[in-house]
């Protein structure tokens, strides 16, 4: 795999990759304005400004206040040299008083007029302003490398010089980020413009390996020939890729003990030692460690969005299966599978399912049918702590939508209608999830295990968790499967019919299902619970009835919303810790951007309530403890 052609360099203590392939190269040498006309031949911090006119004092100005309150890459360093770039290579002469004297408040040791080569053979696209390192044949946009302290990446990425939709890995230690100044405002066109996106080891990138957490799988089938449809729809919005995310292998449960080929990410929440959460343990860790990622991308086939999601704090989407497409994903169960996303604001969340979802598949919300569904049987099992959190934002969502939640018990109503034929839903239900994900989940990877095989001459290794599970799949027979396939079909066909209908008008929905999501107790990543392997990798498996089934089995929207935190006395940090608080809403199928966007203008509707989340131990500022007077 080549390795692309970049320097690396520093400034005060802060590491930066300079793609070398890009530069905005000089039709003539720069020519001095301010300052002393220093030589460009090495690595230097500048600032390049693309003009629309005459340089003015104030637009400078703003220009850099901008850039250090929302770019992560610029720092006052880069103002060191400053070049300005004319409109249509037009004159500049000289600068004003004004500007010389923001030019010397700055320390700026040079400024330079460029007149850009028109027909360069690196001019690939319009130059912006912002951080650049200057070089003996012109100005390289600046790219800095940010560490990957939890442990979320398998690996960065960048693409590569002759096609940006393919990607290398760049040999860094840490991750290459791009300044957030190169990228055009989001657009109905693109709606993730410049937003950066990190990749779950299941989906394929062009250029690189899909392990699929399994480095065997990877050394397999090597480098992708082309990247997964989904990860198309994310460059056609405007993202730019960072690289790969941790998995459980084949995006199937584990603790984090239980990870053996690469270590389980850290979940940066409470003390930094809680489980980071099922498959897309990666993809959470990365929203929730670190401000300079954006969205990453997940899967879910019975819980790997939505437990994680619980687990960091995180507005994350389980979308309408079928919504998103899964061709370039390595499937664990393709009649449960879907893609999904985590993010740490809900205007990120809202601009990612723009993107991601087929629009064919979203519905309009008809506020004047409102139906706020409050399903009793699945609150009335959570402790007095957890309702007394999510009680206050459920009454502000009835004053918001101007109606009182509809109470009701699923499960009563389901032995009601006799969908099971005399059987409880969690009688009915008890071994369907399971089934459909063991039998297909076995079958998907058997290719794998013949292949790699028939071409190494040996077993590849898997986690001990993964082989339980194929053992389990292999058992089960054809009608077992069928037979879950029906009833997964018969609970399905009943909610789309009877709990969240679409509305007689096939535009529009109004119903709005609440559910609990998370958990009030912590889980910690070296918990070893004297279970044998037997007994934990059984309880991963999907058997039993379990909250996230409600949206697992019909293939419905589920939406994570994070409301609060709570405490909790921390046995690693002998401390009092945060974990979050969690509140989740699903809606009809295919209602996904309308149930987003109107949880979104929800979340803006009063000041209690939360649109984001930050990163590291808490989602939210915590209010330090008086200090006892003495």
């Not at 460690?289 to 899967?299: E, N, P, Q, R, S």
């Not at 058997?446 to 290794?461: D, I, Q, S």
């Not at 990543?525 to 999907?542: F, I, N, P, S, V």
Request: net charge negative; proline share 7%; glycine share 8%.
């Amino acid at each position: 795999m080549a390795v692309p052609t970049a320097s690396l360099t520093s400034i005060n203590g802060l590491s930066y990759y300079v793609p070398l392939a890009k530069v905005l190269t000089p039709s003539k040498p720069p020519r001095l304005l301010f300052g002393s006309n220093a030589s460009v031949s090495s690595l230097g911090p500048a600032t390049l400004f693309v003009l629309s006119g005459p340089p003015e004092p104030d637009a400078l100005t703003a220009n850099v206040e901008s850039w250090l309150h929302t770019d992560d890459v610029f720092t006052p360093a880069f103002l060191t040299s400053v070049y300005f770039l004319p409109a249509n290579n037009g004159s500049l002469s000289s600068l004003g008083e004004g500007v010389e004297a923001l030019l010397s408040k700055w320390g700026t040791e040079s400024a330079h007029v460029l007149y850009e080569q028109d027909n360069s053979q690196h001019h690939t696209t319009a130059w912006r302003s912002g951080p650049y390192f200057t070089s003996a044949d012109g100005l390289r946009p600046a790219w800095r490398i940010f560490p990957d302290s939890n442990g979320a990446f398998v690996f960065p990425v960048v693409p590569t010089e002759e096609n940006s939709r393919r990607f290398v890995i760049p040999g860094t230690a840490g991750v290459p980020v791009p300044s957030r100044c190169f990228f055009e405002p989001a657009s109905s066109e693109k709606p993730l413009s410049g937003m950066r996106v990190a990749i779950k080891d299941n989906v394929d990138l062009h250029g690189v390996t899909t392990a699929a957490g399994n480095r065997a799988y990877g050394d397999l089938y090597g480098a992708k020939a082309k990247n997964a449809d989904v990860v198309e729809r994310l460059l056609d919005a405007g993202a730019v890729i960072l690289g790969r995310v941790k998995t459980v292998q084949f995006a199937s449960g584990a603790n984090a003990k239980d990870w053996f080929d690469f270590q389980a990410p850290f979940n940066p929440r409470g003390e930094g030692y809680q489980d980071p959460g099922c498959s897309s343990a990666g993809s959470a860790t990365a929203v929730s460690a670190y401000d300079w990622v954006d969205i990453t991308l997940g899967t879910d086939t019975f819980g790997s969005i939505v437990s994680p999601a619980s687990k960091h704090g995180l507005f994350a989407l389980r979308p309408t299966i079928g919504s998103v497409s899964t061709a370039g994903v390595v499937p664990q169960s393709r009649e449960l599978d879907t893609v999904g996303f985590f993010s740490r604001t809900v205007k990120a969340a809202t601009a990612a399912t723009r993107a991601l979802t087929s629009p064919n598949l979203t519905k309009r919300f008809c506020a004047a049918k409102t139906q706020l569904v409050f399903p009793v049987d699945f609150f009335d099992s959570w402790p007095e702590g957890y309702l007394e959190a999510v009680e206050p934002v459920i009454s502000k969502l009835e004053d918001f939508l101007k109606v009182k939640r509809t109470l009701t018990n699923i499960r009563t109503k389901f032995r009601e209608d006799d969908v099971g034929g005399g059987k409880s839903m969690d009688e009915y239900l008890e071994t369907t999830t399971a089934h459909i994900q063991l039998y297909d989940c076995y079958r998907n990877c058997l290719p794998f295990l013949e292949e790699y095989e028939a071409r190494f001459n040996k077993t590849p290794f898997a986690d001990p968790y993964i082989k339980y599970k194929w053992g389990l799949g292999k058992a089960l027979t054809d009608e077992q499967y069928q037979e879950a396939i029906t009833q997964r079909n018969v609970y399905r066909d009943w909610m789309l019919s009877t709990i969240l209908p679409q509305s007689s008008d096939s535009d529009d929905f109004s119903k709005i299902l609440i559910m609990p999501n998370g958990s009030m107790d912590p889980s910690y990543r070296h918990d070893y619970d004297a279970r044998t392997l037997e007994e934990g990798a059984y309880r991963k498996q999907g058997f039993g009835f379990k909250d996230s089934f409600v949206t697992a089995l019909p293939g419905l929207p589920f939406f994570n919303v994070p409301i609060g935190q709570f405490p909790y006395e921390s046995s690693v940090s002998n401390r009092t810790e945060y974990l979050p608080t969690n509140i989740a809403f699903m809606g009809p199928r295919g209602s996904d951007h309308s149930l987003i966007r109107l949880l979104e203008e929800f979340l803006h509707s009063s000041p209690e309530l939360h649109d984001s989340v930050g990163t590291g131990s808490t989602l939210f500022a915590v209010e330090p403890a008086p200090t006892p007077s003495l």
